[in-house]
């Protein structure tokens, strides 16, 4: 049974930075995309970036590009988001995702596996 475990989330000033990490149990990490996604207080939930089984393929949502970095490590099972530059409007609550078909995707209904969630709280 494949399980995602989210942490690093937390409270942060206006422009700070946060990692956020995910590791993934259960089956071999190297099978899947990974993808980060998000939710507000009020709002559907949101792609974020995603990368994929290699590495070679990344992608974000325009609102967080140049901002948030999302990387990998497959010897460790996990993947990171970088986010820097935060702003009060990337508060929300956290999730990785897992993706096993053979293309990357922003599609959520597309991930098959996902964590419990971080939250992530930028102050103004």
């Known amino acids: 049974q494949v399980q995602l475990v989210e942490s690093g989330g937390g409270l942060v000033q206006a422009g700070g930075s946060l990692r956020l990490s995910c590791a993934l149990s259960?089956?071999?990490?190297?099978?899947?995309?990974m993808g980060w996604f998000r939710q507000a207080p009020g709002k559907e939930r949101e792609f974020v970036a995603a990368?994929?089984?290699?590495?070679?393929?990344?992608y974000y949502a325009d609102s967080v590009k140049g901002r948030f970095t999302i990387s990998r490590d497959n010897a460790k099972n996990t993947v990171y988001l970088q986010m820097n530059s935060l702003k009060p409007e990337d508060t929300a609550v956290y999730y990785c995702?897992?993706?096993?078909?053979?293309?990357?995707?922003?599609?959520?209904?597309?991930?098959?596996?996902w964590g419990q969630g971080t939250q992530v709280t930028v102050s103004s």
């Open positions: 995702a897992a993706d096993a078909s053979s293309y990357i995707t922003y599609s959520i209904d597309d991930y098959d596996y």
């Open positions: 259960g089956r071999t990490f190297s099978g899947f995309n």
């Open positions: 990368v994929s089984r290699s590495r070679s393929s990344t």
